[in-house]
């Protein structure tokens, strides 16, 4: 069994993590950085990649990356709203409103 090498990296130059699949682009979370937090604002996987949890893979390593960071996140993102929710240990991240 052929196992694929899956990868996420923050992309800075375009404001976006990426998850990537053999080496092709399966999809991204948009953001935008804030002083002290970041905004995510989109989350997009390519038909051809979806079912596969990859949103999930790419959600936890944003999330894992912004806590590295000491930043906090504010999911404008349903998909990543619900990922946090589903998520609890990743709740503590989540800006207070207005913050």
Do not use: K, W
Not at 10 to 33: H, K, M, Q, T, W
């Amino acid at each position: 069994m052929i196992r694929e090498v899956i990868e996420v990296a923050d992309n800075p130059e375009e404001s976006r993590y990426e998850i990537r699949v053999d080496g092709v682009l399966a999809g991204f979370a948009d953001y935008r950085p804030r002083p002290g937090r970041i905004v995510i604002t989109h989350t997009e996987i390519g038909e051809e990649f979806g079912g596969r949890g990859l949103g999930g893979t790419l959600v936890r390593e944003a999330l894992d990356s912004a806590r590295a960071a000491g930043l906090t996140v504010t999911p404008l993102c349903g998909f990543v709203a619900e990922y946090i929710r589903r998520h609890p240990e990743y709740q503590e991240l989540v800006a207070e409103p207005g913050a």
